[in-house]
């Protein structure tokens, strides 16, 4: 499957930016799919996930109850809706799409979208 993230972007402290991720194929609706973030000089980190039904979500503490992730599979979608955001969320975002929630980064990656909050 290959992914192609946008919705990238420049936004003030507080702002919001919503991010989608397209997948190719016809197999969207089996995969889990997740969304990773890599700041300037850090290790890439978890953002959060959705199980193939999206019955299921996971998101990482820091972004918890500001950060939502969804899927549209008739659109071969998933999207990260992300609310009071901070200076410290800036960084590079990538959504992968994996078998599972557990093995999810052993998937396929897309190139990864920059989002940019200034203080």
């Known amino acids: 499957v290959q992914l192609v993230e946008s919705g990238g972007g420049l936004v003030q402290a507080g702002g919001s930016l919503r991010l989608s991720c397209v997948a190719s194929?016809?197999?969207?609706?089996?995969?889990?799919m997740g969304w990773f973030r890599q700041a300037p000089g850090k290790e890439r980190e978890f953002v959060a996930a959705i199980s193939w039904s999206g019955g299921t979500t996971d998101y990482a503490d820091s972004v918890k109850g500001r950060f939502t992730i969804s899927r549209d599979n008739t659109k071969n979608t998933v999207y990260l809706q992300m609310n009071s955001l901070k200076p410290e969320d800036t960084a590079v975002y990538s959504c992968?799409?994996?078998?599972?929630?557990?093995?999810?980064?052993?998937?396929?990656w897309g190139q990864g979208t920059q989002v940019t909050v200034s203080s």
């Open positions: 992968v799409a994996g078998a599972s929630l557990a093995t999810i980064t052993g998937g396929s």
């Open positions: 194929g016809r197999t969207f609706s089996s995969y889990a």
